[in-house]
């Protein structure tokens, strides 16, 4: 069951075909445990298995998206000995992989601090949509760590430069919401009371289109960040075309295209 009982976590279905997961501990701002960890690693792989999942959304409750992990519990890291530890550190890269993983598109609305995991959660979405309050740090340097962490410093370079990622990361500064997005680390800013709605807006809108064609969307850009040539990429998008014109979506798609569009424009 994805919907739980969880004890960090909580899911709505606000509309069909759309989850949201809420990080659910405001009175820690939302920050990360072992527990959190597994929860969301098992609820990510569960929903990556609903047959009706069109969009998930994720975001945190109270007034921050996810401070990080839990420094009530980062006092206990150093007895774990180094095994342990890159256990834990295994688990937690786990769950965030799971959500990237997740075959539909994934829409992070931050509302508030995004700080070293929870920013890495943020990176792992798809579309980032953040509140005026969100702010972004990966002050890892700063506790003796390395900003190499959870996909960290492979997600952020292709999103905002290298350059800039090098300069934020070794400064170890904050990053409000008007510079992450002029920089491109999220889409668009949205007043704080309507963040929850522009990102359902924007699930519907994702929700109007071909869920095959969705899908293997999401896919080929994932893959494409990976490969290493142009031709590599061609080859990947050519068999999810290919793939795609067998289904029933495109041809009640351009079926419903010719209906609506003047004769001039009609398909030769």
Known sequence: MTDGPWTTLRLDRPREGVVVLTLDRPDRLNA???TMFAELETVALALDREEGLRVLVVTGAGRAFCAGYDLADAEALPSLGALGMLDLQERAARALAAVRGIRVPVVAAVNGAAAGGGMALALA?????AAPTAKFNA?????????GDLGTSWLLPRLIGPAATAEFVYTGRLMEAPEAERRGLVNRI???????DAALAMAEQICANSPGGVQLSKRALQANMEVTSYAAALELENRGQALLTRTEDMGEALAAMRERRPPMFTAR
């Open 139 to 147: 002050a890892f340097v700063t506790i003796g760590l390395s900003a």
């Open 32 to 34: 990360m445990t072992a």
């Open 190 to 196: 949205v007043p704080a009371n309507e963040l929850l």
């Open 125 to 129: 979405a798809d579309i980032r949509l």
